[in-house]
C-alpha cells in the first residue's frame, strides 16, 4: 500500500458497525487489482493517470470500495513521477449516480458519525497533481460532489448534474452545499439542493460548474488532452499552482492574495522557473524536470 493510501486508512475511523464495508476495503487494499475501477496511464507520452468507475449496472453507485480504491489508484499517480495529471471518468450513461443507496438504507447516526462516515472521499481533494473529471451521463448527489472534488470539469453534451439527497430524506455529504455554492452561486444551489432538480451540461456550462462541453464521445479524449498539456509543464510549480487556486476558496482575499505573492516568489528557487524563462528568451520551447 502507498504512503498515501495509509494516510487516507487514517482517516477512517473504524466501528464495528462497518465490517462489510472494511472487508471490501481489506479486498481492494491488497495487490494491484482493483474491483470497483479500471486504472491505467493515457496520453502519447502516458504521463496522464486514468481512472475510469467502473459499476456500469448499477450506474456506477460509489460504494464504500469504490471510493477506497479511487483514493488508492490517486495515491499511486501521486507518488508516480511519470504522471503530471490525472483524469476520473465513469461511462457514457452515468459519471456516478451517487453513493451507494443500498450501502447506506441501514446506516445508523451512532455508525455515521462515529466512523465519519465519506471522510475516505476527502483523498480526491487531498491529491496535490491537478484532477480533470471528464463527465458524461448523470453526476449525482455523490457523483456530482466527486466532480466537484476535481480541479477541473468537462461535460459531454448530454450530462446531467444533480443534488437528489432531499428526494432520500437527507442531504449532500461529500462537500455538494459547499462547493456547488462557490460554483454555480447561491440561487442556482439552493434551487438543486432544496428540490432535487438537475441541471443540464450547458446550464452546468453557463453557471460556471464545467468549463467545457464536449459530444459525448469526444469528453474523455479531451480530458486526456488537457491533462498531457498540464503534465508538459513542470510537475512542482503546476502543485503550486493548484494550492494558490484553491486557497481562494478558503482565505480571504487580502491572504488568499499574499499567499500567492509568497509562493510567485518561492517559484524563483526552482529551476524549472530558470528553464521555462531562458526558453522564452532563447525562442525554444521549455523541457521542464520538475525540480
Ligand atoms: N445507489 C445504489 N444503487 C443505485 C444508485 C445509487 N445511488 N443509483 C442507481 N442505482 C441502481 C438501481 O438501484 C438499479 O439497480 P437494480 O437494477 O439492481 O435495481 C440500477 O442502478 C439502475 O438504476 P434505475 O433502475 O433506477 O435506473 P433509472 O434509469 O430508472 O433511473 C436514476 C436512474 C434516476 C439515476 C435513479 O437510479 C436514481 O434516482 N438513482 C439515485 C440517485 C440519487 O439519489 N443519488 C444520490 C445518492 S445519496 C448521496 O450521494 C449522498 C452524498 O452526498 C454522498
Known amino acids: 500500500?502507498?504512503?498515501?493510501?495509509?494516510a487516507a486508512a487514517l482517516l477512517l475511523k473504524p466501528t464495528r458497525a462497518v465490517p462489510a464495508m472494511?472487508?471490501?476495503a481489506r479486498r481492494a487494499g491488497t495487490g494491484g487489482q482493483y474491483d470497483y475501477i479500471l486504472v491505467d496511464k493515457r496520453g502519447e507520452k502516458r504521463n496522464v493517470g486514468f481512472i475510469q468507475l467502473n459499476r456500469p449496472r448499477?450506474?456506477?453507485a460509489l460504494?464504500?470500495?469504490?471510493?477506497?480504491?479511487?483514493?488508492?489508484a490517486l495515491g499511486d499517480f501521486q507518488v508516480d513521477g511519470d504522471v503530471g495529471a490525472v483524469v476520473i471518468t465513469g461511462g457514457e450513461r452515468a459519471f456516478a449516480a451517487g453513493a451507494d443507496i443500498k450501502e447506506m438504507q441501514n446506516r445508523t447516526f451512532q455508525e455515521s458519525y462515529g466512523g465519519n462516515f465519506l471522510?475516505?472521499?476527502?483523498?480526491?481533494s487531498a491529491v496535490r497533481k491537478?484532477?480533470?473529471?471528464?463527465?458524461?451521463?448523470?453526476a449525482l448527489g455523490g457523483g456530482c460532489e466527486l466532480a466537484m472534488m476535481c480541479d477541473i470539469i468537462y461535460a459531454g453534451e448530454k450530462a446531467q448534474f444533480g443534488q437528489p439527497e432531499i428526494l432520500l430524506g437527507t442531504i449532500p455529504g461529500a462537500g455538494g452545499t459547499q462547493r456547488l455554492t462557490r460554483a454555480v452561486?447561491?440561487?442556482?444551489?439552493?434551487?438543486?439542493?432544496?428540490t432535487g432538480d438537475q441541471i443540464d451540461a450547458r446550464q452546468a456550462e453557463r453557471s460556471g460548474l464545467v468549463s467545457k462541453v464536449f459530444p459525448v464521445d469526444q469528453v474523455v479524449a479531451e480530458a486526456i488532452k488537457c491533462g498531457e498539456k498540464i503534465a508538459g509543464n513542470s510537475k512542482l510549480v503546476s502543485a503550486m499552482a493548484k494550492e494558490a487556486v484553491n486557497a481562494a476558496y478558503e482565505l480571504a482575499l487580502a491572504e488568499g492574495n499574499r499567499l500567492e505573492r509568497r509562493m510567485?516568489?518561492?517559484?524563483f528557487a526552482t529551476e524549472d522557473c530558470k528553464e521555462g524563462m531562458a526558453a522564452f528568451v532563447q525562442k525554444r520551447k521549455a523541457v521542464f524536470q520538475d525540480k
Do not use: D, Q, Y
Not at 460504494?63 to 488508492?72: I, K, N, P, Q, S
Not at 491537478?130 to 448523470?138: C, D, K, T
Open 119 to 124: 471522510a475516505h472521499w476527502n483523498a480526491v
Open 63 to 72: 460504494c464504500f470500495g469504490l471510493m477506497w480504491e479511487v483514493a488508492r
Open 58 to 60: 448499477v450506474l456506477n
Open 22 to 24: 472494511l472487508s471490501a
Open 130 to 138: 491537478p484532477v480533470i473529471a471528464a463527465v458524461n451521463g448523470l
Open 185 to 194: 452561486g447561491k440561487s442556482l444551489a439552493m434551487e438543486m439542493v432544496l
Open 1 to 6: 500500500m502507498s504512503l498515501f493510501c495509509n
Open 264 to 267: 510567485f516568489h518561492a517559484t
